[in-house]
């Protein structure tokens, strides 16, 4: 169970992460920023089960 300095600073870097993309995807758009997002999160996923 985090701390309340530990739940903040997960609340602060959620915040910084969601500011990252929202940039990202003004930049590029949000259905190019979503397909990027899908197909790394399947990259991510597909090194995992290398591991096995």
Not at 14 to 23: F, M
């Amino acid at each position: 169970m985090p701390t309340e300095r530990g739940r903040a600073q997960m609340d602060r870097s959620d915040a910084i992460v969601a500011a990252i993309e929202q940039r990202l995807a003004e930049r590029v758009g949000e259905d190019a920023f979503g397909e990027f997002k899908r197909l790394f999160r399947q990259v991510a996923e597909d090194q995992r089960s290398w591991r096995a």
